[in-house]
């Protein structure tokens, strides 16, 4: 039995008929420690609801249109807990993703707001650091 992250979300945004958003569903749950998973759209469709279904995620449909960054903004608010991962739904989380944002906020007791980089997957073959942070 692996264990779960009760305080921590995946709230996937999902747009029109992405053909990767089954694939970012699929990374979220695989993880190593399991956390919510939560569908957030503002463009609901029978696509996005029969992927919902086929892993018994619940669909939280934004009612206002304003662009993106309210949809972000509702994708955080579809969730009940304190800590919530925007997943885009062409991101691809590593099976360890959930288990390391816990141990790194099991450090912080206090913490607020974690940021993660990222590798972006061009071709399919290679990787490339977008972010780089340094002291």
Same mark, same amino acid.
Request: hydrophobic share 30%; aromatic share 12%; net charge positive.
């Given at each position: *039995? =692996? $264990?779960?992250? &009760?305080?921590?979300?995946? =709230?996937? #945004?999902?747009?029109? $008929? =992405?053909?990767?958003?089954?694939?970012?569903?699929? !990374?979220? *749950?695989?993880?190593?420690?399991? !956390?919510?998973?939560?569908?957030?759209?503002?463009?609901?469709?029978? +696509?996005?609801? &029969?992927?919902?279904?086929?892993?018994? %995620?619940?669909?939280?449909?934004?009612?206002?249109? /304003?662009?993106?960054?309210?949809?972000?903004?509702?994708?955080? /608010?579809?969730? /009940?807990?304190?800590?919530?991962?925007?997943?885009?739904?062409?991101?691809?989380?590593?099976? &360890? +993703?959930? $288990?390391?944002?816990?141990?790194?906020? $099991?450090?912080?007791?206090?913490?607020? *707001? %974690?940021?993660?980089?990222?590798? @972006?997957?061009? &071709?399919?073959? =290679? #990787?490339?650091? @977008?972010?780089?942070? /340094?002291?």
């Amino acid at each position: *039995m =692996s $264990e779960t992250f &009760n305080n921590h979300t995946f =709230s996937v #945004c999902a747009y029109k $008929e =992405s053909k990767y958003l089954e694939e970012c569903i699929k !990374s979220l *749950m695989i993880q190593t420690v399991k !956390s919510n998973i939560v569908i957030a759209t503002s463009t609901p469709n029978e +696509y996005i609801y &029969n992927i919902a279904k086929k892993y018994n %995620l619940e669909v939280f449909v934004n009612p206002d249109k /304003k662009g993106i960054g309210h949809d972000w903004n509702f994708a955080v /608010k579809s969730s /009940k807990t304190d800590f919530v991962t925007v997943a885009h739904q062409d991101d691809i989380y590593s099976k &360890n +993703y959930t $288990e390391e944002i816990k141990k790194q906020i $099991e450090k912080i007791p206090d913490i607020v *707001m %974690l940021f993660t980089n990222h590798k @972006e997957i061009r &071709n399919r073959g =290679s #990787c490339k650091n @977008e972010l780089q942070f /340094k002291n």
